[in-house]
């Protein structure tokens, strides 16, 4: 992957994460991290696991879904971190180990 592209998509995913800390009164907006959230995951070719692992993270915690929350770290975990994701290894490798422990949490964040 072009370098540019990723740090381009890296900060699109920052900027998404920022966003939805955000109450809606001072900016933060769901339709719109929901759309580029998919815009992101549509433009790395759906390989990366820094998508839906931010997307569990910080999308799916916010609106309370359980079970999307659950599938998109399961997917992460299913992935094998070596393939060439456009992410670089040890960054798949700490998706996976976040993946982990979130998973281990359910309970407590939901």
Do not use: C
């Not at 592209?5 to 699109?12: A, F, I, K, T, V």
């Not at 991290?33 to 759906?46: D, H, L, N």
């Amino acid at each position: 992957m072009n370098p540019t592209r990723s740090s381009h998509l890296e900060s699109r995913s920052i900027n998404v994460a920022e966003r939805l800390a955000l109450p809606e009164s001072v900016g933060g907006d769901m339709k719109r991290s929901a759309s580029r959230f998919e815009r992101a995951r549509r433009s790395s070719g759906a390989k990366r696991l820094l998508i839906p692992w931010g997307r569990a993270k910080y999308f799916h915690r916010k609106r309370g879904d359980r079970a999307s929350f659950t599938r998109e770290l399961r997917w992460v975990l299913a992935q094998d971190p070596r393939a060439q994701t456009g992410d670089p290894y040890p960054w798949n490798l700490y998706f996976q180990r976040e993946a982990r422990q979130l998973l281990a949490s359910v309970d407590v964040l939901f």
